[in-house]
């Protein structure tokens, strides 16, 4: 399983990145989606989910409605208008990042360590 610290900085690119595939979603769906997608990898608490849905809606990123299912209330989040522009740009700082990951932690052959 994958650290929450390394987790961290990229759950709001994983948040509008799965809101852009697959359209509304309500919280829980949201971490059994990425848990699936991850094999298990990653697996989202609420904890640390919540808090980036509301300050993604809080910077009109997200919308919510509401819906009542099964006499229960679902919240559902789906990006803006704003937020289709920032999930472009969050997923190219994280191909940025990882690329420079990789070149950080990937063996380089034929290197002298003098």
Known sequence: MISSDLLK????????????????????AITQRVEELTQGKIKLT?????????KLENENILVTTTE???NRTRIYYAL?????SVVVEKIRELNEF???MQQIVTPKTGLSHA
Not at 80 to 84: H, N
């Open 98 to 100: 990882i690329e420079s």
């Open 68 to 70: 009542i299912r099964s």
């Open 80 to 84: 803006t208008p704003k937020g289709d």
């Open 9 to 28: 900085g990229s759950l709001k690119t994983i948040v509008l990145k799965l809101l852009q595939e697959e359209g509304p979603m309500h919280g829980y």
């Open 46 to 54: 609420y904890g640390a989910l919540y808090p980036i849905l509301h």
